[in-house]
């Protein structure tokens, strides 16, 4: 079975330009989770997703950030204008009926320059 | 704010060895997991507790929930170098996950 699918797996940027990343969930769950790891912060909570509709976005730093999830099958994360201070490993999880339990993808390194 | 502190942070220890890991909070979550993260990979569900004092065993790793349902400890009988990674507790609380910060084990050959 295929787990949860992200792309792309490290991404370099300039300040100021957008960054789009992606999430393939697992095919069934029907929560979808995104977080951001750094080592000063560890693992934050962005937004949380129940059957495509953004449940919870209060960990979304600021209005730079967004996140949307057209079907059951994709999600996107967006910034725009990326910052220095966004670099971080984005994860995406996704979770079935025992929403507790998360299956991570393996994440974006993301650096902006 | 809903805190999960683990401790210790930082564990290096020789393989053969036992070691306790903590989970604690002031809350209580209607359950618990524990992750494992090794270095360019997400983390990874080894387990959920669920009920107060429950005890889950997985090979070599031992997980206890309080019974108060607002701690838990992870225990490695005869650590192994395989066992080396980020281990990281959440806590749910309704539809929201607390992650704490997680305690770095590394396990020498």
């Known amino acids: 079975d295929a787990g949860v699918i992200q792309s792309p797996r490290h991404e370099v940027t300039e300040m100021g330009q957008e960054v789009t990343l992606r999430c393939k969930p697992i095919?069934?769950?029907?929560?979808l989770f995104w977080y951001r790891q750094t080592m000063m912060r560890g693992l934050e909570l962005l937004i949380y997703f129940n059957n495509n509709v953004p449940i919870d976005d209060s960990g979304m730093p600021e209005d730079r950030f967004s996140a949307k999830m057209p079907n059951a099958s994709f999600s996107t994360l967006k910034i725009q204008p990326s910052e220095p201070r966004d670099s971080a490993v984005y994860f995406c999880a996704s979770s079935g009926l025992a929403g507790y339990e998360q299956y991570f993808g393996p994440g974006t390194r993301l650096t902006v320059t | 704010t809903q805190l999960l502190e683990q401790s210790p942070q930082f564990l290096s220890i020789q393989e053969g060895e036992n070691l306790t890991v903590y989970c604690n909070s002031s809350?209580?979550?209607?359950?618990l997991q524990w992750y494992r993260q090794e270095p360019g990979e997400g983390p990874v569900l080894l387990v959920t507790v669920v009920t107060g004092g429950e005890v889950k065993k997985l090979k070599r790793l031992t997980f206890q929930f309080g019974d108060a349902r607002k701690d838990s400890s992870l225990h490695i009988t005869a650590a192994q170098p395989g066992d080396t990674g980020l281990y990281l507790c959440a806590g749910a609380k309704g539809f929201k996950t607390i992650f704490g910060a997680g305690t770095r084990l590394f396990v020498k050959a």
């Open positions: 095919s069934g769950h029907n929560s």
């Open positions: 809350s209580v979550f209607s359950s």
